[in-house]
């Protein structure tokens, strides 16, 4: 008996806490809505594993301990290699030549990043966040998962868990959250404007643009250069047309393992002592927040530009400026199809400001870098 007595007062069951019990659940939850509900389920589940991992007493599988997570969280988040790595594949993936066929949009996915700054500025100065936390929290309206990882990983590390799932939490909600509000800052004549087709691009310019690009904006904001330059190689590597065999690496099983590796790290972050804590609640509602305030200012911008163009556009493509790309554009397209019983279909439209707004948030995480570094 006295052996029995020793092996379970040494197991990690005699080691579970009720945070431990919280934490199984929030972990159960986001396996739950990637499973059931399909939110983002290539990084929810990873995230939502690696919650329960970190959450298992003596395991040492949490990202800041000394185990095999802990590896994978040293060499790939605090040394800011995985992040790139994931817009690399990004880059890969995206077409910008709707953005190259409209260059205007580059303005709506600009004016998307407003969340961004309301949301950090909020958090300085109403929520009691130094400003790197601040910053760090800020990126959330982003709607970009990597980008938020990249700059948390270096301005607020202990709070990256509930960065990293509010981000995500709320491009999987993109669907939910975005329609409400272009209902409300739209009028029925504005959602049923037609766009023209947008000029066409030639090949020539298609694989300037990643080169100019990265030049350009990793010269203006060297800080930003580990994203942008990643993202803009990965784009050359799709447009150039000589070497499909990294495309399809960068693109398809890369991108894969590598995403495996970042979102299993990430929830091993969100163990009980660090997750279940007041600025946890905070972070959320700021996200909510950033998200909301940069759908708005596209949108917001796109009803500016149209008192002085001639051509109008769909106000509503202005929502598309947040990051999560296609899902975004997407959510226009559908919103305004059923709001125009199919009359209007935006999807091309809404797609040059969504890739802007990737564009958009990796200069604004550089921004902050470079301010707070």
């Not at 990202?63 to 994931?86: F, M, Q, R, V, W």
């Not at 930003?224 to 990294?246: D, H, Q, W, Y």
């Not at 398809?252 to 091993?268: E, R």
């Not at 790309?325 to 059923?338: I, L, T, Y």
Request: aromatic letters at 6%; proline letters at 6%; a positive charge.
């Amino acid at each position: 008996m006295e052996t029995l007595s020793e092996l379970i007062t040494s197991s990690g069951f005699a080691g579970l806490s009720w945070g431990n019990a919280v934490m199984f659940l929030v972990g159960g939850t986001l396996i739950f809505l990637a499973i059931v509900k399909k939110y983002e389920p290539l990084l929810l589940i990873p995230i939502g594993f690696g919650t329960l991992l970190a959450n298992l007493p003596l395991a040492d599988m949490g990202s800041y301990g000394e185990g095999i997570i802990a590896l994978i969280y040293n060499s790939g988040i605090k040394t800011e290699l995985l992040p790139p790595i994931i817009f690399l594949g990004v880059g890969v993936l995206t077409d910008f030549r709707p953005l190259l066929g409209r260059p205007l949009t580059f303005l709506l996915g600009a004016a998307a990043q407003l969340g961004i700054f309301v949301a950090a500025l909020g958090a300085a100065y109403l929520m009691g966040f130094t400003p790197r936390e601040a910053a760090s929290i800020g990126i959330i309206g982003g709607a970009d998962g990597p980008t938020s990882i990249f700059l948390a990983s270096k301005l607020a590390p202990h709070l990256l868990g509930p960065i990293a799932v509010a981000a995500y939490s709320y491009m999987s909600l993109v669907p939910i959250i975005q329609p409400p509000i272009m209902r409300m800052l739209t009028t029925k004549k504005e959602r049923a404007i037609d766009m023209p087709q947008a000029r066409p691009v030639s090949k020539t310019t298609a694989i300037m643009f990643p080169i100019v690009t990265g030049i350009v904006a990793s010269l203006g904001v060297p800080s930003s250069a580990p994203l942008i330059g990643m993202l803009m190689f990965g784009n050359l590597l799709r447009e150039c047309g000589v070497t499909e065999r990294l495309r399809k690496t960068a693109g398809g099983s890369m991108i894969d393992i590598v995403t495996i590796f970042l979102g299993i790290a990430v929830g091993a972050t969100m163990d009980a002592a660090h997750f279940l804590t007041v600025k946890t609640l905070m972070i959320l509602v700021l996200g909510a927040v950033a998200f909301s305030f940069s759908t708005a200012g596209g949108l917001l911008l796109a009803k500016v530009l149209n008192l002085f163009l001639k051509q109008k556009i769909n106000p509503c493509i202005g929502a598309a400026g947040v990051s999560a790309v296609p899902m975004s554009a997407r959510v226009v397209q559908q919103f305004v199809h059923d709001e125009t019983d199919g009359q209007v279909n935006p999807l091309m439209s809404a797609m040059g400001p969504n890739v802007a707004g990737v564009i958009g948030s990796a200069v604004a995480a550089g921004v902050f870098l470079t301010l707070l570094t």
